[in-house]
């Protein structure tokens, strides 16, 4: 079996700073996502890849950047984040058969 | 563009009890959807899906999902539940097979009373 792994867990900073996320994925699936969650809310799509160096953007792209520089990793950035934000991050990968597999999920708190 | 509906956000039941989580879509093309389930601070764990074929589909821990054309729905039952059944449930819908963007609804938090 394979796994995704999102760094780091728990990610705080200040308001104005660039932060970026991380997340590896070891299943060799071509696709890869990152989704957003607002406590106790549903996931809302930033950005995905279908191949390495290909991005896509989904309903919430703007104020995010995304890189998929190698096929196992995609990466987020968050250009300019915004004081008292905080969500969850969740990075996921597919095979395009319509089963995601997803990543624990990365904690962004804004001070 | 598909959208997904989930239309209870809360949804309450006795150990043992049978439940249905409900799920609407709309999308004028052929559809792929699926049930993941999210345990509290946990990813999303992937439990069913559907693109064609018997309506009726079955997934893991007992859960089975129904695929309706007319209804635009595909609604998540299960006969018995037990408390490690209590999480939050999200139904997905992508527009074709292989299509892969893939969109969530808001969620159904179920809630398993002893």
Same mark, same amino acid.
């Not at chain 1, 999102?6 to 989704?35: A, R, V």
């Not at chain 1, 809310?41 to 703007?62: A, F, H, P």
């Not at chain 2, 899906?49 to 997934?59: A, E, I, L």
């Not at chain 2, 539940?81 to 609804?105: L, P, Q, R």
């Given at each position: 079996?394979?796994?995704?792994?999102?760094?780091?867990?728990?990610?705080?900073?200040?308001?104005?700073?660039?932060?970026?996320?991380?997340?590896?994925?070891?299943? &060799?699936?071509?696709?890869?996502?990152?989704?957003?969650?607002?406590?106790?809310?549903?996931?809302?799509?930033?950005?995905?890849?279908?191949?390495? &160096?290909?991005?896509?953007?989904?309903?919430?792209?703007?104020?995010?950047?995304?890189?998929?520089?190698?096929?196992?990793?995609?990466?987020?950035?968050?250009?300019?984040?915004?004081? &008292?934000?905080?969500?969850?991050?969740?990075?996921?990968?597919?095979? &395009?058969?319509?089963?995601?597999?997803?990543?624990?999920?990365?904690?962004?708190?804004?001070? | 563009?598909?959208?997904?509906?989930?239309?209870?956000?809360?949804?309450?039941?006795?150990?043992?009890?049978?439940?249905?989580?409900?799920?609407?879509?709309?999308?004028?093309?052929?559809?792929?959807?699926?049930?993941?389930?999210?345990?509290?601070?946990?990813?999303?764990?992937?439990?069913?899906?559907?693109?064609?074929?018997?309506?009726?589909?079955?997934?893991?821990?007992?859960?089975?999902?129904?695929?309706?054309?007319?209804?635009?729905?595909?609604?998540?039952?299960?006969?018995?539940?037990?408390?490690?059944?209590?999480?939050?449930?999200?139904?997905?819908?992508?527009?074709?097979?292989?299509?892969?963007?893939?969109?969530?609804?808001?969620?159904?938090?179920?809630?398993?009373?002893?």
């Amino acid at each position: 079996g394979g796994i995704i792994t999102q760094t780091p867990k728990f990610l705080i900073g200040q308001e104005g700073q660039k932060l970026t996320l991380k997340c590896q994925q070891n299943f &060799n699936h071509d696709t890869m996502y990152w989704y957003r969650q607002d406590s106790g809310k549903g996931l809302r799509l930033i950005y995905y890849s279908i191949t390495e &160096n290909d991005l896509q953007k989904g309903d919430l792209s703007e104020g995010y950047d995304a890189s998929r520089e190698k096929k196992s990793s995609f990466s987020l950035t968050v250009t300019s984040a915004q004081k &008292n934000e905080m969500a969850v991050f969740l990075c996921a990968s597919s095979m &395009n058969t319509g089963q995601l597999y997803f990543g624990e999920g990365s904690k962004l708190t804004v001070l | 563009t598909q959208t997904v509906s989930q239309s209870d956000a809360h949804v309450t039941v006795f150990e043992g009890d049978s439940v249905e989580l409900r799920c609407n879509y709309s999308y004028g093309g052929s559809i792929y959807l699926s049930w993941y389930i999210q345990h509290h601070g946990r990813g999303l764990q992937f439990l069913l899906k559907y693109y064609s074929g018997n309506p009726v589909v079955q997934g893991v821990n007992g859960f089975e999902a129904e695929f309706s054309k007319s209804d635009s729905s595909f609604h998540l039952r299960k006969a018995s539940v037990h408390w490690s059944d209590s999480a939050v449930y999200f139904c997905a819908v992508s527009a074709d097979y292989g299509n892969e963007k893939i969109t969530f609804g808001a969620g159904t938090k179920l809630t398993i009373k002893p």
